[in-house]
């Protein structure tokens, strides 16, 4: 049996966004708005969830989710630097902010951690 993690602690704001899309990575960009990251940025949240029309999104902020890594460095479990891949994604950093990474799954290339 595989352990879920789905939803724990989780807690979510709705934002106003454009080209965002559902499971990325995202950082505040202006007042009530989130936009994708850029490699190397530092990211507030996934996106949970976004509106049929783009405009809005919601985003999970605290809590456990899930991302979906790239890089040649595999994030380890336990504490890790994690800094956006760029791609919608994370990748592991050498230094920037630190997250418990509670899961790692290099088949699917996901990794799992406490915002």
Known sequence: MRVSYEGIGQWAATFACGGVREGQVVKVSEN??????GAGDSFCGVALAVSRD????????????????SGDAV????WVSLAADGS?????AE?????????VDSAAKTV????
């Open 32 to 37: 009530g708005t989130v936009s994708a990251c």
């Open 54 to 69: 783009g405009a809005a999104c919601t985003v999970a902020l605290g809590g456990v989710a899930t991302a979906r890594y």
């Open 75 to 78: 994030p380890a479990v336990g």
């Open 112 to 115: 799992t951690f406490v915002l």
């Open 95 to 103: 230094s920037g902010r630190s997250y418990l990474a509670v899961d």
């Open 88 to 92: 919608g994604g994370v990748k592991a």
